[in-house]
């Protein structure tokens, strides 16, 4: 199991753009899959994008051609850029390792405390 820190949430207009960070230790980035969670207010913590330790990526469609990884050099961040907010992605975001198979992730970890995005006039 391991720790991850989200942050970079924050309130929002629609239409605006938020960067995520989810902050790990060494290269676990670069040793271990990742995915991004949300749950917004009411409703179910909710896959939303994943990334493989080679690149790959997935979102949902919801978010697709909104939302983009990157990580940093070292492996030890990834990012989620999210762009054209919408009301409806407001939720809170957790990041976790875990393990890609086929098209569906595993989560591997503990949860962090997750950041919250708020998407409103």
């Known amino acids: 199991q391991v720790q991850l820190v989200e942050s970079g949430g924050d309130l929002v207009q629609p239409g605006g753009s938020l960067r995520l960070s989810c902050a790990g230790s060494g290269s676990i980035f670069s040793q271990n899959d990742m995915g991004w969670y949300r749950q917004a207010p009411g409703k179910e913590r909710e896959l939303v994008a994943f990334i493989t330790t080679g690149g790959r990526s997935t979102f949902v469609d919801s978010v697709k051609g909104r939302f983009t990884f990157s990580r940093d050099n070292a492996g030890s961040t990834v990012y989620l850029h999210m762009n054209s907010l919408k009301p409806d992605d407001t939720a809170v975001y957790y990041c976790?390792?875990?393990?890609?198979?086929?098209?569906?992730?595993?989560?591997?970890?503990?949860w962090g405390q997750g950041t919250l995005v708020t998407v409103s006039s």
């Open positions: 976790n390792v875990g393990v890609v198979v086929g098209n569906t992730y595993r989560p591997l970890g503990l």
